[in-house]
């Protein structure tokens, strides 16, 4: 890896603090409007009136919105029929955005239920009651580029106008402001890396932080589904970290159907054995995966294939009394719970929470501990 | 409690052992035919001929299918618009039954997907390839009056007739045969309470031994939501038993919102607070949790209460690497994950296993260490 110079420059213009109320909670039920004192994700409107701040709140001046892929979609085909996109900037996505946050003090797409998440500066954080810095806070300063890390469905947020739209990758550049809550999570956007890897590896950054929790000294298998996509390559790289080096005694398989992908994975070196195989077919990868781990069924399995029907092939390839975490969103709750009662197996099933404290921050530094994985990643995401 | 007569009486046929062929896995596989090879459960059609055994199967004399409720209610509504049921005994949910088992090998609801289990005797048990009897065998013997604890939907079963259809429990009485495979689970009724009392309990089998795994000695607060329904006493009477008495310290709070439910859990004396709050809305549950709390959130989240929109209460209620346990299968996988990442809480999140090691043997149990629990569960559900 080569060096690289800052990606970003300093802001110049000078901000003028506002002043800080002493109400307002971790969560920000202070701003919710409709209804009052509701959270502000099912909040039909809330509050973005940011001539005051909130205590714990932090202000951001706003420059980027990458909206959900699925949002985005939505408001383009929304778009192209019968409005006119004349009276603002941006065209009918852009028209869209204004109408939604003018109307829900936030990017929350009625339709879709969606958000995204923005790129901006640090302009004021306000202080907890005793006086100090949240938690989540500490370290910013004023003038840091950040990326938020929670829903735009939730940020409160108030635009002056769109400058691009940007459909290849759903963004748009945009003059505004918006608050993050004591309980919302942003990190500082490292200035060695490009912006898009950081966004990209940032958009799974609750993956490794899990795997690195939950992969005991004592375990000696870990499976990976769908190892080859981008949360895949972290939490088998993690896995393997803590299982130490590939010396069969110790294993991390992964299973991965797409061809280039389990190639690309392959050649990271970090598998014992990658599966080209169907997970959706829960008896043939069992007999695989066991065939790759000296028929016995594996420790612990990270579910990362985004395809429905594959909670079946995860509950069966582990052993009783192991752990099948699912982080895709494609999981159903029934079919996991009821499959795995179906065939009596005594396993731990979690829910991926993309949350965990310092998450972002042991997510880029993987970039910095796994250059192959930073080469593969700037070849596919950069 | 006073002790009771046996229930049931043995068997007086003879039984004739049928072949044992050495084929088989153990979750069931050799039974499917559309498609062969499949789990029994996604399978259309599975093998019913009984001549036979595959090794570490048990085969039961059916006396009872206890249908699922909405399969039960899908096949009336169908049944009265159009269909004779005249040709076979049960009435048109009879020929229903009759008709799925023939074209299925099981009573796999075609338009509902559910099943339900059955009651029966043990007639034969086929031993592993070893010779050894498989362990969820074992204290089983010949004659043993059993329920499965395994879906219907997955369980070969021929039927020679029905007897009996009773709309109000949805239950049928019939002859017939059925099979369990070696991952599938059964548990041997006891003597010595009603079989409506055993069943009800069997129901939510998997419930109170999870609490026991999961209530740690370190742990001072363990909150149930959905107190008061059947999982959600079991939960708090399995929680108290491991938090130790109720001294103030160590706390296990309930919300239950309907206050009938409320006040009978209140009556048990297991809980430090019963809150008559509604799940659904996360702020005041939490307000009022911490209340009960000495201002902390709880350790631990149990939640039984099978209402939609829950998920939030539960995750805001818990403390950061805390635990929520979602029993409910009206629980959203992504509400669930999404909501904990929306608001920064660094919990586990677990989808509940209806199985564990033992679950039955444990459940059942607790109706003779809890005499004030079975006397509730008489009275509503005996």
New interface residues.
């Given amino acids: 890896m080569t060096s690289r110079p800052p990606v970003f420059v300093q802001p110049t213009q000078p901000f003028k603090p506002v002043p800080v109320l002493p109400e307002g909670d971790r969560?920000g039920?202070h701003r919710a409007l409709e209804p009052a004192?509701?959270?502000p994700?099912?909040a039909w409107r809330i509050d973005n009136d940011f001539s005051r701040l909130f205590r714990g709140e932090i202000l951001l001046d706003v420059e980027t919105l990458n909206i959900d892929a699925a949002s985005f979609r939505q408001m383009e085909e929304a778009g192209t029929s019968g409005h006119s996109p004349a009276d603002v900037g941006g065209g009918p996505v852009g028209q869209k955005v204004m109408e939604t946050v003018a109307t829900r003090g936030k990017q929350h797409n009625p339709v879709t239920g969606s958000g995204g998440m923005l790129l901006g500066r640090v302009a004021q954080i306000a202080p907890l009651a005793d006086g100090k810095v949240a938690r989540?806070h500490e370290g910013l300063s004023v003038g840091d580029r950040v990326a938020t890390?929670?829903?735009l469905?939730?940020t409160p947020l108030r635009l002056d106008g769109i400058t691009a739209v940007r459909a290849e990758s759903a963004q748009l550049d945009v003059s505004g402001q918006a608050v993050l809550f004591e309980?919302?999570?942003l990190v500082k956007l490292p200035h060695d890396m490009p912006e898009r890897l950081a966004l990209a590896v940032l958009d799974v950054a609750?993956a490794a932080p899990q795997v690195a929790r939950l992969v005991k000294p004592e375990m000696t298998s870990v499976l990976v589904l769908g190892g080859g996509g981008k949360s895949g390559i972290l939490c088998a790289a993690e896995a393997r970290r803590k299982l130490g080096p590939s010396t069969g005694a110790r294993r991390v398989i992964a299973v991965e159907s797409y061809p280039r992908y389990a190639d690309e994975l392959r050649a990271l070196g970090i598998c014992d054995a990658v599966l080209g195989i169907d997970a959706r077919d829960?008896?043939a990868m069992r007999r695989a995966v066991l065939e790759a781990n000296d028929g016995r069924e594996v420790d612990v399995t990270f579910s990362c294939v985004n395809v429905p029907d594959t909670e079946?092939a995860a509950v069966?390839a582990t052993r009783?009394r192991g752990i099948v975490y699912?982080f895709a969103?494609s999981?159903?709750?029934?079919k996991?719970?009821?499959?795995?009662?179906?065939?009596?197996?005594?396993?731990?099933?979690?829910?991926?929470?993309?949350?965990?404290?310092d998450h972002a921050a042991h997510t880029l530094a993987m970039m910095h501990e796994f250059p192959a994985i930073r080469a593969l990643f700037e070849t596919r995401y950069g």
């Fill in positions: 969560f039920t004192g509701a959270l994700q099912p989540v890390l929670v829903s469905s939730l309980s919302g999570s609750g829960p008896v079946m069966m009783d699912f969103m999981t159903s709750f029934t996991a719970a009821l499959g795995a009662e179906g065939v009596s197996k005594d396993v731990d099933l979690m829910i991926g929470n993309g949350y965990a404290e």
